[in-house]
């Protein structure tokens, strides 16, 4: 079967860990050689590790490795045991002293799902590095997305799982874009083709009925507050196309246009929403926008798919656990 994944993209190998409760864990995005990175940072509360780097204006023009991570700032402590791995291997920015890799990553807030086991570390870093290959990327509720849940306007008891997705578009001119997503928004999943909602808030607990977060805001003038909720929406971009930083950062801006798209409401103050773009090949005179464009379709589609591929855990349903006519009865509708 053809990989249609990130790891179809040349030089990269993906790997995931989980912790013991398995409600929590780590996704690891290694660069064979470095490349070239940006990033855009939106919604109220990100939580990220080595981010400035990746700025135009600053030194390092490669990275060696990306992260995503449950745990919450806890969890920025796989970043540690990713640079350690690397640099055992000798992979890094060349100094007088030797190397020293170059990691970037991010978190997600899962501390309520798995409130009753450690977060991810430096040793699930390692362990994540250890498993990272060229195979498909496995999808659902695996590393990072081990704790995502969706739809949280009224806590997590009402929430659906959420989980991780990836999705790779390949034009007749050979470019190709790639996304992998980790889904854990304080909105709702929807499926733009259809107009139905996936997954996202339910009505209750004990119900399969899913609530319209978007409509509910019309009657509300307060939310809930950082505390009753656990967000954030992750996501990397790859393409084969020849680019430096500052294009790379514009199509990182580009790409979430595709979680606006597939998550109602998005980039909440509530989410920390933050995407990566990564240049992973030599495809030359390439327009930005037109990588860009194609970045946010890949995100969109692997949102849809991250949450088609969840499971149910944590006491959370997932959508392949709803009637097929529940997700259509959005705000309770007929």
């Given at each position: 079967m053809e990989n249609q994944t990130l790891t179809a993209l040349p030089g990269i190998r993906v790997g995931h860990a989980q912790t013991e409760t398995g409600l929590s864990g780590c996704t690891v995005i290694l660069l064979e050689g470095g490349c070239a990175a940006g990033v855009d940072i939106r919604g109220g509360a990100p939580g990220t590790y080595g981010t400035e780097g990746l700025n135009p204006l600053n030194l390092v023009d490669r990275v060696h490795a990306v992260f995503l991570t449950g745990g919450s700032a806890f969890g920025l402590a796989v970043g540690d045991g990713v640079r350690r791995y690397l640099k055992d291997r000798g992979v890094g920015f060349q100094t007088e002293y030797g190397v020293v890799p170059i990691v970037c990553g991010a978190v997600i807030f899962d501390l309520g799902i798995n409130r009753h086991g450690s977060p991810p570390d430096a040793a699930l870093g390692i362990r994540a590095c250890e498993s990272a290959s060229t195979s498909p990327v496995e999808e659902g509720c695996v590393g990072a997305g081990c704790g995502a849940t969706v739809g949280k306007l009224l806590g997590l008891d009402h929430a659906m799982k959420g989980g991780l997705g990836s999705h790779l578009l390949r034009t007749p001119?050979?470019?190709?874009?790639?996304?992998?997503?980790?889904?854990?928004?304080?909105g709702d999943v929807v499926d733009r083709a259809s107009g139905r909602i996936l997954a996202g808030c339910r009505t209750a607990p004990d119900k399969d009925e899913i609530l319209d977060s978007q409509q509910a805001l019309l009657e509300r003038k307060r939310l809930r507050g950082f505390s009753a909720g656990e967000n954030t929406v992750l996501g990397v971009i790859a393409t084969n196309a020849a680019m430096g930083k500052v294009g790379l950062t514009k199509v990182a801006q580009m790409a979430h246009d595709g979680l606006a798209r597939s998550i109602v409401p998005c980039h909440t103050q509530y989410d920390?929403?933050?995407?990566?773009?990564l240049s992973c090949g030599d495809l030359q005179d390439v327009e930005v926008s037109i990588v860009g464009s194609l970045a946010a379709q890949c995100l969109e589609a692997a949102v849809i798919r991250a949450v088609r591929a969840a499971r149910s855990r944590g006491g959370l349903p997932a959508a392949r656990d709803l009637t097929p006519a529940a997700p259509g009865r959005v705000g309770g509708g007929d």
């Open positions: 001119s050979g470019l190709c874009v790639a996304a992998l997503v980790v889904v854990n928004p304080f920390g929403d933050t995407v990566f773009a």
